[in-house]
């Protein structure tokens, strides 16, 4: 049974820097994987935050986080990261991982292609 758990959310100030990891147990991340990152505030929709390909790196990024926020992966450890800098009060949400192991087919955006999901970690930017 695969099961992603993330880490690293908390309270923060705005301009601050949070670090999220989301590791997986029950199966590797691998060649054929794509991570993503996606976060819901109350009252919204879930939207796309990033996505990480295991294959090469290749990361994608929603533009409101785009040039703050950095996806990456970490093979030793099986796990993957979302380094967030630059908070800002509108990046308050539940932030989720997600993972699809179809990454070469997939549409990267799209949460349908995501097969697991965690629970999701608060994230909070005060003003």
């Known amino acids: 049974q695969v099961q992603l758990v993330e880490s690293g959310g908390g309270l923060v100030q705005t301009g601050g820097s949070l670090s999220l990891s989301c590791s997986v147990s029950g199966r590797t991340f691998s060649s054929d994987v794509m991570v993503g990152w996606y976060r819901q505030a109350p009252g919204k929709v879930r939207e796309f935050v990033a996505a990480i390909s295991w294959s090469d790196g290749s990361t994608y990024y929603a533009d409101s986080v785009k040039g703050r926020f950095t996806a990456s992966r970490d093979n030793a450890k099986n796990s993957a990261h979302l380094q967030m800098n630059g908070l800002k009060p509108e990046d308050t949400a539940v932030y989720y991982c997600?993972?699809?192991?179809?990454?070469?087919?997939?549409?990267?955006?799209?949460?349908?292609?995501?097969?697991?999901w965690g629970l999701g970690t608060q994230v909070t930017v005060s003003s």
């Open positions: 997600a993972a699809s192991w179809d990454a070469h087919t997939m549409v990267v955006t799209a949460a349908g292609a995501y097969d697991y």
